[in-house]
């Protein structure tokens, strides 16, 4: 639809692509005449004004001309170009954009005189040299001049003697030595280089009359011809290179064409204006005959004499009619209807006095625009766009190939994920701690750090109370001073005493061995000769006076108690005393009278002493430290948890702690917000810590915020499941958000292996999708449906892997070997668990399916050695029993507590039951091997052996008489007996004297050897073989389909001949190293790095020695992949 309109007979051109605003120049046309018979010309200059909503256009500038226009165009790439118009008068005139915008004066910057002798009915400016214009006149007169210096035009040949005049003159769009006319019906190609003409274009077929010329914007020997004959309403597009016939006609007018214009910035749009009154936009590069006519412009039953494309928007196109009107449309459609009443009223205006009908008559509805295709100036010209991981993907159209690259922003955030990621992968994160404790720039980070690391200590507690400023001695140092130690040994008299031992100088050797036998009865030193102690005198003591005194008198009650303790009245002489305040008399009383008592009777007296400690005592003695963290100053919340790190169990500990911090929190006291934190880190509390923690730092959109909060969750997770406290950080709403906004931050940094290693115990949907993109995008299948992960089952922060119903793991998360050598965080040996006998036949029960979840490697959990298969282990006996003490007051005290006591979890948890019967040393796996012992039995080889077993023992004893036979199988009497067989083996302790004789015996199979037993791998390479042993096991476990098993117990064949080179030394140093390096890669879940190592250990390691079991390690890891199994 129409879109602007101006109301004036003109040829027009757009301003170029650097002119803004947009404007359109008019001049008025040649040889054609208003309605006003005006003779007057001007060159308008208008604004688009394309902002507004309406068909108003704004004049910006209007002067006289000297002559009409027949052909106007507006040039220049500097400033706002120059306007050139050739008008009927046979001068070129040349105007200064600028200067005609801001009406200033001499913008006329120059005009031909007295070189063409009729009008210039065609020009045509260079596109590639904008200072070249040509211009065609009559009697084929063609000028090529320079706007620079318009006094020496020059020509572009020959001058051809046909009397006709130049229609139309065209410039090549990609070549600036090319020019196209058309006179007297033929089309004529020049090459200024040469200045002649090169080729001449003639349809002889259809006798078209060639007037108009349209170069194509894309291919350089290509361009339209058009015909304003109604006897050829056509076009034809011809390629100079086949000039023979044209390669395409364009059918679709009634009537001869009077202008074309072909798109600049989209070859396939084509517009042809015909005296049928229709505008077309055609298609060239269709194929389909018929089908090229893209859309129509809407009709108003005027013809349309000059066409042109804006080069700024080329959506734009603007038109002139031959009833005065400038029309501005749009091809992607929208604009206003036309205000033909005014026109009809312009029209009465100039005849005065003529009748005029009544009704203003309507022309055709105009019919909206609607194009096929998208136009090519909405492609990009390049692109780029962000993909999953930070991985920006990127092209352009001189380029072919797609760019990919990773792009970082965040470098310091990928560096200090990979120190942690370091961190985590170590045993002790005591170091870290200290380390991060030493760099913090606040004093609160540095004191919260360091109780973090006080978690990886010997004895926590302790360190706490240190970190407090109290330790348990301090009170004692200032009482009882220590005694200052004697002086000891010195080292040269110590050596020579320990040189002497063994001579006679002063020794018992020179004792006969009577005296010395004599010394050992009387317990002396063999070191020193029999000498007589002296015997200290005992004291004798006199008891103290018993005064008996039952009189009563006022004012006292020591008559009454009297009588109560004569007759055993305890009671009531306590109640006595109290009333006396004899508060040490009462509470001797209550000890000895019981626990009842006593409790009573210390409640009352501490209800009755005056004071500030009396309730501090009364909460230590009762037990009741809730008392302390619930009505303590908050000033004094360090000696409240002191407190409770002094006296409390862990439970009670990790309760009280958090309610003491949690009343420093709600206080919103700034300065109480880092303590807060600090008694959450010593609860235990990852949920609390991290609220508290956003109340400090409200702007969690800070990576660098963002990590050292990341860095805290994963050490205090770390240190709670060192302490048997196992967390799963995605139970927790806030941990689990921040987990996931770190994961998705790492990701888009491109570190994807570490994001995914944060969501490997992922509970909730949003974890649960950023997990299984990770996933995908690792290599890893998930194996999960939608449906699957909405109904995910909560997994533990550590790997576990399906195994059969009948083993169970261990109850830690280390190997009995590795327990045995390491302690807690608290001081204590960890004791190995005990396995139970196993029986005498091993059935594996039925596997239950379950989907296989991937585990890439995880932080913030203890490395997990190999779950080693164990029976269920069953007491001997009933559990034990608590047995309480008689007698005096039993309650808690500080001594009562071993200073290495566990920090989480009661004692009465950390006792173990009574051990359960081992089983012989070949069937448990806790029991260290000797360097030449076999390694332990695996299930099968435990089942199939302990099978054996019992059919030697059902087997008859040697010393026993034989079992007589039935009559068929008997001897022949007075033979001697043949020794009996049992499944090809001889029995054992039986004799055989002479030959055979009778009937015929069973005849005896060769035994079958047994085979040899294999010596253990060296110390160094038996983790090769306790890995793949163990991984090929659980894919065993895990596998359903028959052929996979098949191929895993080939598979187990093989590795035998790996373990049978490594035990005879047959391996290089290179292989050996490549297989270590792949079972490290199998340790962490690694398979895709397994998988490149031992592609280059074949690559370039010796193949011949390697060749019969690498085969079978990439079979391992590939089934591992499949089935979904990790260590």
Request: glycine content about 6%.
């Amino acid at each position: 639809m129409k879109v602007k309109e101006i109301n004036q007979m003109a040829n027009v051109a757009w301003s170029p692509t650097s002119v803004h605003p947009l404007y359109l120049a008019c001049g008025t046309a040649a040889q054609q005449l208003d309605a006003s018979l005006n003779t007057s010309s001007t060159l308008n200059i208008y604004n688009a004004n394309l902002g507004q909503a309406n068909l108003e256009t704004k004049l910006a500038v209007s002067v006289e001309t000297p002559g009409r226009f027949h052909a106007l165009d507006w040039t220049g790439d500097q400033g706002s170009g120059v306007i050139i118009g050739g008008c009927d008068n046979g001068v070129l005139y040349v105007y200064d954009a600028n200067k005609l915008i801001g009406n200033q004066p001499d913008y006329l910057l120059g005009s031909t005189e007295s070189h063409h002798s009729g009008p210039i009915f065609s020009l045509s400016s260079n596109p590639l040299k904008s200072n070249l214009v040509a211009t065609g006149s009559v009697d084929c007169d063609l000028l090529i001049w320079d706007v620079n210096n318009l006094s020496s035009p020059m020509t572009p040949g020959k001058k051809a003697n046909l009397g006709a005049n130049v229609t139309c003159v065209q410039f090549n769009r990609q070549a600036e030595h090319i020019l196209a006319s058309t006179y007297a019906g033929h089309c004529v190609i020049w090459d200024l280089k040469k200045s002649a003409s090169i080729i001449s274009i003639v349809d002889s077929v259809s006798r078209m009359k060639a007037k108009s010329i349209s170069w194509n914007p894309d291919v350089a020997t290509q361009l339209l011809l058009a015909s304003d004959d109604d006897a050829t309403p056509m076009a034809q597009v011809w390629d100079l290179r086949y000039a023979n016939a044209p390669i395409k006609t364009l059918e679709g007018h009634q009537r001869g064409i009077l202008a074309t214009a072909w798109c600049v910035q989209d070859s396939s749009l084509l517009m042809t204006a015909a005296k049928d009154n229709k505008i077309f936009v055609w298609n060239p590069d269709c194929g389909e005959r018929g089908s090229e006519i893209v859309c129509e412009f809407p009709s108003y039953n005027q013809w349309s004499f000059n066409l042109d494309w804006c080069k700024r928007d080329p959506s734009l196109v603007a038109t002139s009619s031959v009833d005065g009107t400038v029309s501005v449309y749009s091809i992607l459609g929208g604009g206003l209807p036309p205000t033909q009443a005014d026109k009809f009223s312009a029209i009465a205006d100039s005849f005065p006095g003529m009748e005029m009908p009544a009704v203003v008559p309507q022309g055709a509805t105009p019919q909206p625009i609607q194009v096929k295709n998208p136009p090519k100036w909405f492609r990009k010209p390049s692109g780029a766009n962000f993909s999953f991981g930070g991985r920006l993907v990127s092209w352009n159209k001189q380029s072919r190939a797609v760019a990919i690259s990773q792009v970082v922003t965040e470098e310091k955030l990928v560096e200090r994920s990979v120190q942690l990621e370091n961190a985590l992968s170590q045993s002790q994160l005591g170091p870290y701690c200290q380390a991060k404790a030493e760099a913090a720039a606040k004093p609160s980070d540095q004191v919260l750090w360091k109780f973090i690391g006080a978690n990886f200590e010997m004895a926590p507690r302790t360190h706490y109370m240190s970190l407090l400023g109290y330790n348990s001695s301090q009170v004692s140092d200032k009482v009882r001073p220590p005694v200052p130690a004697a002086d000891g040994v010195a080292a040269e008299v110590l050596a020579d005493k320990m040189e002497n031992l063994g001579t006679n100088d002063g020794s018992t050797s020179s004792l006969d061995p009577s005296e010395q036998f004599e010394m050992i009865a009387s317990a002396q030193s063999f070191d020193k000769t029999p000498e007589l102690e002296e015997m200290e005198p005992e004291v004798e003591t006199k008891p103290s006076k018993v005064e008996l005194n039952v009189e009563e008198t006022s004012g006292s009650n020591e008559g009454l108690i009297t009588q109560a303790l004569l007759v055993g009245d305890l009671e009531s002489a306590v109640e006595l005393c109290v009333k006396d305040k004899h508060f040490t008399h009462a509470l001797t009383l209550a000890a000895h009278a019981g626990q009842e008592l006593y409790a009573k009777t210390r409640d009352n007296v501490l209800k009755q002493v005056d004071g500030s400690l009396a309730p501090l005592i009364g909460a230590v003695v009762r037990g009741d430290l809730t008392s302390i963290t619930t009505s303590c100053n908050l000033s004094n919340w360090k000696e409240a948890l002191v407190a409770a790190l002094t006296y409390c169990e862990d439970a009670q500990f990790t309760a009280l702690a958090e309610n003491l911090g949690e009343r420093l929190e709600a206080s919103n006291i700034g300065e109480y917000i880092p303590s807060a934190m600090i008694c959450y880190v010593c609860a235990g509390s990852l949920e609390k810590f991290v609220s508290c923690w956003s109340k400090m730092q409200p702007n969690m959109s800070n990576p660098n915020e963002l990590q050292d909060l990341v860095e805290i969750i994963m050490v205090l997770q770390r240190s709670l499941a060192a302490a048997g406290r196992p967390v799963n950080l995605s139970e927790g709403s806030t941990v689990s958000s921040l987990l996931c906004q770190y994961a998705s931050l790492l990701a888009a940094q491109g570190a994807l292996n570490t994001a995914v290693s944060y969501l490997n115990s992922a509970t909730q949907g949003e974890m649960i999708e950023l997990r299984d993109r990770l996933y995908r995008a690792l290599g890893y299948q998930t194996g999960r449906t939608n449906q699957q992960v909405h109904n995910v089952v909560p997994q533990p922060s550590f790997r576990q892997t399906p195994t059969p119903q009948n083993y169970q793991s261990q109850p830690s998360q280390f190997t009995p070997s590795v327990q045995a050598q390491q302690r807690n965080i608290y001081g204590e040996p960890t004791a190995p668990p005990q396995a139970a006998p196993a029986p005498a036949l091993f059935t594996p029960a039925p596997h239950v399916s379950q989907p296989p979840v991937p585990n890439p490697p995880t932080f913030g959990v203890p490395p997990l050695a190999p779950m080693q298969p164990t029976m269920s282990a069953v007491p001997s006996g009933p559990p034990p029993t608590a047995v309480g003490h008689a007698g005096g007051p039993q309650f808690f005290t500080p001594a009562s507590q071993a200073p290495g006591a566990p920090m989480y979890g009661s004692q009465s948890q950390m006792q173990q039951p009574p051990p359960p019967t081992k089983p012989p040393a070949a069937y448990d796996s806790s029991v260290p091997r000797g360097w030449n012992d076999p390694p332990p039995l695996s299930g099968s080889r435990k089942a199939k052996q302990q099978q054996q077993q019992q059919q030697q023992q059902q087997q008859p004893q040697a010393s026993e008489a034989p079992k007589v036979p039935e009559p068929i199988m008997c001897p022949v009497p007075g033979a001697p007996e043949q020794p009996r067989q049992f499944m090809g083996f001889q029995q054992y302790g039986a004799e055989t004297s002479g030959p055979a004789v009778g009937a015929a015996a069973p005849v005896a199979t060769p035994a079958a050897p047994e085979p040899a037993s294999k010596g253990p791998l060296p110390a160094e390479h038996q983790i090769i073989q306790h890995v793949l042993n163990e991984i090929r096991e659980r894919c065993l476990a895990a596998c359903q389909n028959q052929q996979v098993k098949q191929r895993l117990d080939d598979i187990g064949r093989r590795l035998e001949v790996l373990f049978d080179k490594i035990r005879a030394g047959q391996l290089g140093s290179f292989t050996l190293g490549g297989v270590h390096q792949i079972i490290e890669a199998m340790k962490s879940g690694d398979y895709q790095s397994a998988l490149q190592i031992h592609g280059q250990t074949v690559a370039k390691g010796n193949f011949s020695e390697m060749s019969q079991f690498m085969p079978a390690i990439k079979m391992l890891l590939q089934t591992c992949m499949q089935l979904q199994v990790f260590l």
